[in-house]
């Protein structure tokens, strides 16, 4: 056929079960393969005819695909190589002029389930507008949301529930690193400043005193809390550290429950294991608290916000996506159990929180079947779960990230007074021990969250002792590797090209990777100027060390913490622009030598994240004998690369008109 791509009307209604409107809306999602013109081809096969960006590592540029029955690749080139000497049997997708097929994009690292828990969360949801480009919604308001005490305020309570006073509210996405604070504005009081100091004040002042609250920070990193919360954790009445027992799981997590000199609560929590007795506690009087109670029903009866935030992340493009930090074994199977709903339109690869993995004795598990010969199967959306993943320290903007000299906070900004941060273990001794015994299993890939400069040092020593005692062949991923040195990208080139040394002696091969969280740039560039000074901002996501030492970076959402948008990602890392919050008064490049290629930032999407998981033989590009994972785009955007007279910031523009898993597309209409 011609002109762009359709949905053929004939294809058959579905039978959905009962009882889950989540279930029955996903299938909407799903359809039969598009039965377009017949054209030369093999029985069963599908012939894709258009431009095609396969992202092999030769940069081949193609003009048709072919696709057989359980979505294997069988041929790639040119359309009179692929279809010479087929029948004419096939269904035919012709791409339009200026429309592309890529491979699907793929998120190395996002949090699914609280990504579906702040979809339901309405006026809770607390965070700061996006800079213009990206803003999808213009009737958000945004003046609202540009100042700590308002976005507080502006959390509507709900009526009381059957457990009274002991309900919890649940606000998320605050980001004082964005959000001003004015202690004479909002709330009708003034007090300690700034917020993160006492932010058990604010939260009385201006939510509730009577309720408990807590409100997690856009960083994932950081919580507020008011002295109900910690009446309703402790028991009693208790103001401060001394009458209260603090759970072991906070210290030997990495966390912490902040206090005054005089061990009084401030209300900040520190690190995700500070939360934990909180989100417990919760899980008793909330309803939306079922993705941590029971995340499986969750998955199986969802609802319209969840379908949204799902249907979402297909129309951005997204075919495969990596949950990073999977705590449970009852997570595990809540998010395999999505994958499992008719419909549901990619695939999830799983990162299992060290602890997790140790306490419940998992092993590393892969898809349950592979295309290929003498299997008759379809790669199924559940890639299983084969990563470790543990915290080295916490969030740059959150002030919690363990930085080195010379790249201290600046005084008297957000974050003065936090030094070089922290990290969540107490050296790296004790970092190479918990890895240890994982480790030295062998048949575990490894995912080590480090922000600042201090916590990369960390992971790379660690690592390198592992690998000095036992050695692993499987692939290391550095998340986020923020804040940039040229000697930290060069030790990780070192592990890579076997040049590494610890403590006097050589440490073999080791496949260190990295990805980056390239909003960082965008959307908090220039708060990190004040934050870090701008020459340290300037190395943030250090995309041209990466370059130089031949490091395979990837681009990343961290979802919650970022919209999951790859041609966002895209165009962020070749532009290096960055706005000033809250007014966006001022935007600027930030970090100019750091700026990616196109190329190179559509490899970060796609073929480089699979090989950090160890999919890149099944996914990532279009190549014979991997699977038909694809994306149809309104416009190529290597015709957006500033090095061939393109402008950049454009790519964010261009529209994801479809994606296919198995060759089969995944919406309910072709465009």
């Not at 702040?118 to 949801?125: A, P």
């Amino acid at each position: 056929m011609s002109g762009p791509l359709r949905r053929d009307a004939s294809c058959p209604p579905r039978a959905f079960p009962r009882g889950s409107k989540l279930v029955a809306a996903l299938a909407l999602l799903s359809s039969c393969a598009a039965p377009v013109e017949r054209g030369p081809a093999k029985p069963g096969a599908t012939l894709f005819l258009g431009k095609v960006l396969t992202m092999d590592d030769s940069g081949t540029v193609a003009g048709a695909v072919l696709v057989d029955e359980r979505g294997q690749i069988l041929k790639v080139g040119t359309a009179d190589e692929v279809q010479k000497g087929l029948d004419t049997s096939v269904q035919i997708v012709q791409l339009a002029p200026g429309q592309v097929l890529m491979p699907g994009f793929f998120d190395p690292h996002l949090h699914f389930m609280p990504t579906l828990l702040q979809s339901t969360l309405g006026t809770h949801d607390l965070a700061p507008c996006l800079p213009p480009p990206y803003r999808v919604d213009p009737s958000v308001d945004c003046k609202a949301r540009s100042e700590v005490l308002g976005a507080l305020s502006a959390m509507a309570l709900e009526g009381t529930s059957a457990v009274g006073g002991n309900a919890f509210v649940l606000g998320m996405n605050l980001d004082p690193s964005r959000q001003v604070f004015d202690n004479t504005k909002g709330c009708g009081v003034g007090g300690p400043s700034p917020f993160t100091a006492q932010p058990k004040f604010y939260i009385e002042a201006c939510v509730s005193k009577d309720r408990p609250v807590i409100i997690l920070d856009q960083s994932g990193h950081l919580g507020y809390v008011n002295q109900k919360a910690f009446d309703v954790v402790c028991g009693v009445q208790n103001a401060n550290a001394n009458t209260c027992t603090i759970p072991d799981s906070v210290k030997s997590g990495g966390g912490d429950w902040v206090t005054d000199s005089a061990k009084n609560f401030v209300g900040l929590l520190q690190e995700p294991s500070a939360f934990g007795p909180f989100l417990t506690a919760l899980q008793k009087n909330l309803p939306v608290a079922q993705v941590f109670s029971d995340p499986v029903k969750f998955a199986e009866t969802g609802g319209a916000d969840v379908e949204r935030v799902i249907r979402g992340l297909r129309d951005a493009g997204v075919t495969t996506i990596a949950d990073g930090g999977l705590q449970s074994v009852a997570q595990i199977n809540a998010v395999k159990r999505f994958t499992e709903l008719p419909g549901f339109p990619f695939r999830i690869t799983g990162v299992v929180v060290a602890e997790a993995a140790k306490t419940a004795k998992l092993k590393p598990t892969a898809p349950a079947c592979e295309p290929k010969a003498g299997n008759d199967c379809a790669l199924p959306k559940w890639l299983g779960a084969g990563g470790i993943k543990v915290w080295v320290d916490g969030s740059t903007q959150g002030c919690t990230a363990k930085l080195e000299a010379p790249y201290h906070y600046l005084a008297g900004g957000h974050c003065s007074g936090d030094g070089e941060g922290r990290a969540d273990y107490d050296n790296v001794q004790a970092l190479t021990e918990d890895l240890s015994e994982l480790w030295t299993q062998g048949d575990w890939r490894f995912q080590l969250h480090a922000n600042g400069n201090g916590a990369n040092n960390w992971a790379i020593d660690a690592l390198s002792r592992l690998q000095q005692t036992k050695t692993n062949t499987r692939p290391v991923l550095l998340i986020h590797n923020t804040v940039g040195r040229p000697a930290i990208s060069k030790r990780i080139g070192d592990l890579r090209n076997g040049a590494g040394v610890m403590d006097t002696k050589p440490v073999p091969t080791l496949d260190v990777q990295v990805t980056h969280l390239i909003g960082h740039v965008a959307y908090w560039g220039d708060a990190f100027v004040g934050m870090l000074g701008h020459e340290a901002a300037s190395e943030i996501d250090p995309i041209a060390y990466d370059r130089e030492n031949k490091i395979p970076f990837s681009l990343h959402s961290d979802s919650m913490v970022t919209p999951t948008r790859p041609l966002w990602f895209v165009e962020q890392a070749v532009t290096r622009r960055t706005w000033s919050y809250p007014d966006f008064s001022k935007e600027y490049v930030l970090g100019a030598k750091h700026a990616a290629t196109v190329d190179e930032a559509l490899r970060a999407i796609t073929i480089v994240p699979a090989r950090h998981h160890e999919l890149d033989k099944l996914i990532g590009s279009i190549e014979q004998g991997k699977v038909a994972d694809f994306v149809v785009l309104s416009a190529n955007p290597l015709d957006f690369d500033p090095a061939n007279g393109g402008d950049p910031t454009k790519i964010s523009q261009i529209q994801v008109l479809q994606t296919y898993l198995n060759g089969r597309p995944t919406s309910g209409s072709q465009h």
